[in-house]
């Protein structure tokens, strides 16, 4: 038995999440470091370059939620809830690519449309 469709992209939306989270780290870690330093509470709400990390990072757990969701569906073969969690990854996509359309949830909309052709029995 080899790695199905099903399988792919619930472990795709799952290391999406945590890439995110990780890159966030990453990307603004001396953003983040500063707001350590300072107490962390309240230290976000009036730096833009602070605001961005938190929301960016804030972003990950979710879509890593959501990824386990996949994985435990795809496990139990429930197509359908595949499917649901494809179309809110479209919409969220969709969203965020009119808003920001260099932004990275491209890759989101990506595994999102694979999840929904699941979903309908399009892919096995």
């Not at 707001?35 to 890593?64: K, S, Y």
């Amino acid at each position: 038995m080899g790695i199905t469709w099903k399988h792919a992209a619930a472990a795709a939306l799952l290391a999406l999440g945590l890439l995110h989270i990780l890159f966030g780290l990453a990307r603004f870690h001396p953003a983040l470091t500063a707001a350590l330093h300072e107490g962390l509470v309240n230290r976000f709400g009036t730096d833009d370059e602070r605001r961005l990390a938190f929301w960016f990072i804030a972003f990950g757990p979710p879509i890593t939620l959501c990824g386990h969701l996949a994985l435990r569906a795809a496990a139990a073969n429930d197509l359908a809830t595949l499917g649901l969690i494809g179309l809110y990854g479209c919409a969220i996509g969709v969203a965020g690519i009119v808003a920001f359309p260099q932004s990275p949830l491209w890759g989101l909309l990506a595994v999102s449309i694979v999840l929904v052709a699941i979903g309908r029995g399009w892919l096995a």
